[in-house]
């Protein structure tokens, strides 16, 4: 098992599981528009790209079949587990 960390410090490529957000440190009105793109606890994400020029901003996820992009301020907020992909033999 590996180590829970934000979103924003996840690798790109790589699938993690949503373990907790902190709701206090966004507005309601961006905490309606997460949840409404399918953000929240103990969905599966996976992280695809990433802004450029070191600002890293925005980051776009793929949530089920959908790919979004949410603020990296979002994404520090948001804690995730990797989730390790075992290969079939």
Same mark, same amino acid.
């Given at each position: ?24 440190? /966004?507005?309601?009105?961006? =905490? %309606?528009? *997460?949840? @409404? ?21 925005? /980051?776009?996820?793929?949530? =089920? %079949?959908? *790919?979004? @992009? ?20």
């Amino acid at each position: 098992m590996q180590t829970p960390t934000t979103l924003d410090q996840l690798s790109l490529n790589h699938k993690a599981e949503i373990v907790a957000i902190d709701w206090a440190a /966004i507005s309601d009105n961006e =905490g %309606r528009r *997460l949840r @409404a793109l399918g953000i929240d606890e103990g969905i599966a994400v996976e992280k695809l790209y990433k802004g450029m020029f070191g600002l890293n901003d925005p /980051i776009a996820l793929k949530v =089920g %079949r959908m *790919l979004i @992009a949410i603020r990296k301020s979002h994404a520090q907020v948001i804690s995730v587990q990797p989730v390790s992909v075992a290969i079939p033999a």
